[in-house]
């Protein structure tokens, strides 16, 4: 028995964890596609199921991957600012994380958009406050 015990132990610490689901709709509503997440890599499908690409963060840092593993860009979080460049290391914006609200901007610091997390759904509005799209997390 003692010997099933660390047989269980051992199987749980080693079983990958599952995959967290998050769900994309439009602004009306409409299935666009999902991201399921496990461990560092989250995967990227549309509305149809087909792969488009994915993310793996390591420590601060994300480095986005089109669906033929093309190297896209990389995101770097350094306390509550997210700093957004593209392929060849140009600064394409930032994200400023203030409570459940991020509020995004351009390369020149112009706002772009916000988005707003209440439970495991959040909203995206644009950069006159109208709805965009949202996620769903389960």
Same mark, same amino acid.
């Given at each position: 028995?003692?010997? $099933?015990? $660390? +047989?269980? +132990?051992? $199987?749980?610490l080693?079983?990958?964890? +599952?995959?967290?689901?998050?769900?994309?709709?439009? *602004? &009306?509503?409409r299935?666009?596609?999902?991201?399921? #997440?496990? !461990?560092? #890599? %989250? &995967? /990227?499908? *549309?509305?149809? !199921?087909?792969?488009?690409?994915?993310?793996? #963060?390591?420590?601060? %840092?994300? &480095? $986005?991957?089109?669906?033929?593993?093309?190297? @896209?860009?990389?995101?770097?979080?350094?306390?509550?600012?997210?700093r957004?460049?593209?392929? =060849?290391?140009?600064?394409? !914006?930032?994200?400023? =994380?203030?409570?459940? #609200?991020?509020?995004?901007? *351009? *390369?020149?610091?112009? /706002?772009?958009?916000?988005?707003? %997390?209440?439970? !495991? @759904? %959040?909203?995206?509005?644009?950069?006159?406050?109208?709805?965009?799209?949202?996620?769903?997390?389960?």
């Open positions: 028995m003692r010997y $099933l015990g $660390l +047989l269980l +132990l051992a $199987l749980t080693t079983a990958p964890a +599952l995959a967290q689901t998050e769900r994309r709709y439009d *602004d &009306r509503g299935f666009t596609g999902r991201a399921e #997440t496990q !461990g560092d #890599t %989250t &995967r /990227f499908y *549309d509305d149809r !199921g087909r792969f488009t690409g994915r993310a793996e #963060t390591r420590g601060g %840092t994300t &480095r $986005l991957y089109d669906d033929r593993g093309r190297y @896209t860009g990389r995101e770097e979080a350094s306390g509550s600012t997210i957004r460049y593209d392929d =060849v290391g140009r600064f394409q !914006g930032r994200g400023e =994380v203030q409570g459940n #609200t991020r509020r995004d901007y *351009d *390369d020149r610091g112009r /706002f772009t958009g916000r988005a707003e %997390t209440q439970g !495991g @759904t %959040t909203n995206y509005y644009d950069d006159r406050g109208r709805k965009d799209w949202r996620s769903e997390k389960r």
